[in-house]
Nanobody, 119 residues
C-alpha cells in the first residue's frame, strides 16, 4: 500500500526557517507531480508549491521568493524549504503526489504536519 509521510513541522518565530519532508513508501511504479498544500483554520486548502517530474516548479504568490520546493526521485521524496516565515504561514501542510501503481495513477495525500509561526 502506497503512503506519503510528512515530517519537519513545528513552532518557529517570525523570520525563521523550517524544512518539510515527504517520503513515499510502498510498491509504486512512478511518481509524477509532487505538491505541497496548506490549510489554515477556517480556510480552504490551498496549493503552495508544485514540482513536476522534469522539475518545473510553481509557487503561489504568497510564498514566492521565500519557499523552495525540490524532489529526490531516488528517495521518492519531496521537500519544502521555508524561509522568512510569517504568522500567515501558520497552517497544516499536506504533501500530495500523483503516483502510478501498476497501471493505475491517482492522487495520494499525506497526513499533514503542523507549522506554527509565532513569537
Amino acid at each position: 500500500q502506497v503512503q506519503l509521510v510528512e515530517s519537519g513541522g513545528g513552532l518557529v518565530q517570525p523570520g525563521g526557517s523550517l524544512r518539510l519532508s515527504c517520503a513515499a513508501s510502498g510498491n509504486l511504479t512512478a511518481i509524477y507531480g509532487m505538491n505541497w498544500y496548506r490549510q489554515a483554520p477556517g480556510n480552504q486548502r490551498e496549493l503552495v508549491a508544485k514540482i513536476t517530474m522534469s522539475e518545473f516548479t510553481y509557487y503561489s504568490d504568497s510564498v514566492k521568493g521565500r519557499f523552495t520546493i525540490s524532489r529526490d526521485n531516488a528517495k521518492k521524496s519531496v521537500y519544502l524549504q521555508m524561509n522568512n516565515l510569517k504568522p500567515d504561514d501558520t497552517a497544516v501542510y499536506y504533501c500530495n503526489a500523483r503516483i502510478l501503481v501498476a497501471a493505475v495513477s491517482r492522487d495520494y495525500w499525506g497526513q499533514g504536519t503542523q507549522v506554527t509561526v509565532s513569537l
